[in-house]
């Protein structure tokens, strides 16, 4: 019998067949238990806790801002460990809530926001494309965010584009408790979901951020910020710190 012969005759026993190549009974098969939710239940609780240790996992970096003074001492950390001379801002409601332009400008940094009215010439648009490829950081709030994998959920709708969360080196977001979600399943269930496909889409586009850019395409070796930021920091803004 020749090693093909064999090898042919090995994969008809694991198979279950005759030696002849007819089919034979098969062997039973494995039962798998019914597991009904995937992944277990998170505690309304543990939301929080449960989001940061996941971020952690991915390369990202949980901070905590229960009173005005904890998120000025955040962002002047931020600001100062990491040099920056300039920020671009995403037109998310909570970043001006927060008046985070405004606490950027008193440490010395640029701020500068994405357009909120893009009708017309395309010169303040274009603008801040350039001011978001050459800043060292870009700041953004978030639609969601998912406890079980430290997911951030981000939409064109609220945040006027994705080039904040993406072009610079550095990506740091802004979050509130309600907006803390246990499972993908309750993410998709409050995203906005077109009832016409041919009126024009709230927002154009959702990105789930889940850690920092990371590539191993070339030999294996792990490679960070070659498709985005490098960096990745996700600060719990409570409502004490907003007016």
């Known amino acids: 019998m020749s090693s093909r012969e064999e090898f042919l005759e090995r994969i008809r026993r694991a198979l279950g067949r005759d030696p002849g190549g007819q089919a034979g009974p098969r062997q039973p098969g494995v039962a798998f238990p019914d597991l009904g939710q995937v992944l277990p239940q998170i505690d309304p609780a543990e939301l929080i806790p449960k989001f940061e240790e996941e971020l952690r996992k991915v390369s990202g970096c949980p901070y905590r801002a229960a009173s005005s003074r904890e998120l000025d001492e955040i962002l002047d950390k931020l600001m100062k460990t990491y040099e920056v001379k300039s920020v671009v801002l995403s037109r998310n409601p909570l970043l001006a809530q927060a008046g985070v332009i405004e606490r950027l400008r008193t440490l010395g940094v640029s701020a500068q926001v994405w357009p909120e009215n893009r009708e017309g010439a395309p010169g ?23 406890a079980e994998s430290g997911t951030l959920i981000l939409s064109s709708q609220t945040e006027g584009a994705q080039l904040a969360s993406l072009a610079p080196p550095i990506h740091v977001a802004l979050y509130r408790r309600s907006q803390v979600l246990a499972s993908l399943e309750e993410v998709l269930e409050r995203l906005p979901v077109l009832g016409d496909a041919n009126a024009p889409a709230p927002g154009r586009s959702v990105v789930f951020v889940t850690g920092v850019s990371r590539t191993a395409d070339i030999e294996q070796i792990l490679i960070r910020g070659v498709h985005g930021p490098r960096e990745l920091h996700a600060i719990l803004v409570e409502d004490s710190c907003l007016p």
Not at 134 to 139: F, L, R
Request: proline letters at 4%.
């Open 124 to 146: 303040p648009e274009q603008r801040f494309r350039e001011e978001a490829f050459a800043a060292e950081v870009g700041m953004t709030g978030v639609d969601f965010v998912l």
